[in-house]
């Protein structure tokens, strides 16, 4: 009982310093980029040039136009880059925190809202770049675009069960955290971003069966087709539940102990 | 009101070194190592107990490894004990360590207003203490340079005003005196005590006898993680 009410009190606490999240997030993303004299444009320039040189190697091994198969990468490699982003710096975000965790009684929930909106500002750098592309490729949208905007609400809370769920348990185990991030990297390549999915295929199949994928299309299936993937759908939110469940069991169960571990 | 109890708390670390032959092992430093339920632990603290009021101004004394900082991120909420409890009514505020969430990249006067957040104040209340700020660490142009070009003794300066800035029911404060010129240290002893006087319960940190026998009215001394002695104070101005 006095677990959960401890937990719980995290999280409130948590969300109501959300402004301190988003501050710390913001200092994150500034130091890194320091002294430089594009800044965080970095982010997107260096997304820009990856796209140019991908679309031109990989086009050619695809059927699809130079045009038609530069948008599929652009929205595929953007929201990998904010997916991968949620999950690797989301689990290590504790052991990062290490400092904070031993010497100040903010909620841990802080650690994990920063850890979410660097993730989100990194994003947002991103799809500057992604929607000059989109533009430059005279891309075209339908209504159904509309229902990206809850895609990105369900990105927001999957970043946040899935670091409640990891963080802690990386920090207990410190191996976890290298193998999700060799883990990610496979994921990658087993994820139709720079490949197109052949049903029938073995390709077609490892595409299905990859919970990534339908992460993926609840975005670029609407921007692309302009159809609601309903299947995908279904399939993140099952996980969603399943992981939200998870993770409050986990953290519940892990909060006071984390402190000990990091 | 504020309130600060701690009631029998005793705190275990998990012991990663080799397995203990006997029953308990005690170094001259540090917590006692002990065999509980079968697995090897580092007792930090081992039955605690004592009881703050309005006024009190408690000082920690012992040697190193003694408890003293465990005990105080007890206090704090940071480490949850194994056995006994903490009951803490008021809002507490902890200088455990005055380096914490500086960034080195930003600007001192930035770092002020990250810290200040972090201590849960608005940005109006924070633009209200930097004035003091500003005098109190007489970083004058330098307050507008980032932080990594500072000396040692300035981010001293920087992080004791910004720590006593702040008010609070109960402060925890770690030994960190002592650092610094003289007349710098002078000004901390100075700031420390009025920061004492302020707010209602004050729990102090310290190897050194005459910052507790100027700021304290009872010590407690610790070994081994245990209370070894508890005494009055006879305050001396």
């Not at chain 1, 971003?193 to 299905?208: D, E, N, Q, S, V």
């Not at chain 2, 404060?173 to 707010?199: C, H, P």
């Not at chain 2, 005459?210 to 002695?229: A, M, P, Q, V, W």
Request: overall charge positive; some cysteine.
């Amino acid at each position: 009982m006095n677990q959960i009410a401890c937990a719980t009190n995290d999280w409130i606490e948590g969300f109501r310093n959300w402004k301190l999240g988003v501050q710390l997030a913001l200092e994150d993303i500034r130091d890194r980029y320091r002294r430089s004299v594009l800044g965080i444009l970095w982010v997107t320039a260096t997304f820009l040039l990856f796209i140019g040189i991908k679309a031109f190697v990989f086009s050619s091994m695809n059927a699809m136009s130079m045009a038609a198969f530069t948008q599929y990468l652009t929205i595929g490699f953007a929201l990998w880059t904010l997916i991968n982003m949620l999950v690797v710096d989301g689990s290590a975000t504790l052991v990062r925190s290490r400092q904070w965790v031993l010497s100040s009684s903010l909620s841990y929930a802080i650690y994990i809202l920063q850890a979410v909106f660097r993730s989100f500002l990194n994003f947002m750098l991103v799809a500057i770049a992604a929607i000059i592309i989109l533009a430059f490729t005279k891309m075209s949208l339908t209504s159904a675009a509309f229902s990206i905007i809850p895609a990105f609400v369900l990105y927001f809370v999957t970043g946040i069960w899935v670091s409640a769920l990891l963080a802690p348990i990386c920090a207990r185990f410190r191996d976890i955290l290298y193998a999700l991030q060799t883990g990610m990297r496979i994921m990658f390549f087993a994820t139709p971003i720079i490949w197109t999915p052949t049903p029938g295929t073995t390709r077609g199949l490892i595409a299905l069966w990859n919970p990534f994928t339908h992460y993926l299309e609840i975005v670029r299936d609407p921007l692309i087709h302009g159809t609601v993937p309903v299947q995908s759908w279904i399939i993140v939110g099952s996980i969603s539940l399943v992981g939200i469940i998870a993770a409050s069991f986990s953290y519940t169960v892990t909060r006071d102990r984390v402190a000990f571990w990091v | 009101m504020a309130r600060l109890i701690a009631d029998r708390v005793s705190l275990y670390f998990p012991y990663t070194g080799k397995p203990l032959d006997s029953q308990t092992a005690i170094a001259k430093v540090g917590g006692a190592i002990i065999k509980r339920n079968g697995r090897t632990y580092v007792r930090a603290l081992h039955n605690v107990s004592f009881e703050l009021n309005n006024g009190d101004r408690l000082g920690l004394v012992g040697h190193n490894g003694s408890g003293k900082s465990t005990l105080l991120k007890v206090l704090a909420g940071i480490y949850k004990p194994q056995e006994g409890r903490i009951i803490t009514e008021g809002k507490v505020g902890n200088a455990l360590n005055l380096s914490l969430g500086f960034r080195n990249e930003a600007t001192g006067r930035r770092n002020i207003y990250i810290k200040g957040m972090i201590a849960g104040l608005s940005h109006k209340d924070i633009d209200s203490l930097i004035p003091d700020i500003e005098v109190f660490t007489e970083l004058g142009p330098y307050l507008d340079q980032p932080f990594h070009t500072y000396s040692q003794g300035m981010r001293m300066r920087l992080g004791l005003a910004i720590a006593t800035a702040f008010r609070y029911d109960i402060l925890l404060l770690d030994e960190w005196i002592g650092a610094g010129d003289a007349a710098f240290r002078v000004k901390a002893a100075e700031r420390t005590a009025e920061l004492a006087e302020q707010s209602s319960i004050l729990v102090l940190a310290s190897h050194n006898p005459k910052i507790i026998s100027r700021n304290c009215d009872r010590k407690i001394t610790l070994e081994y993680g245990e209370i070894s002695d508890d005494e009055q104070v006879d305050p001396e101005s």
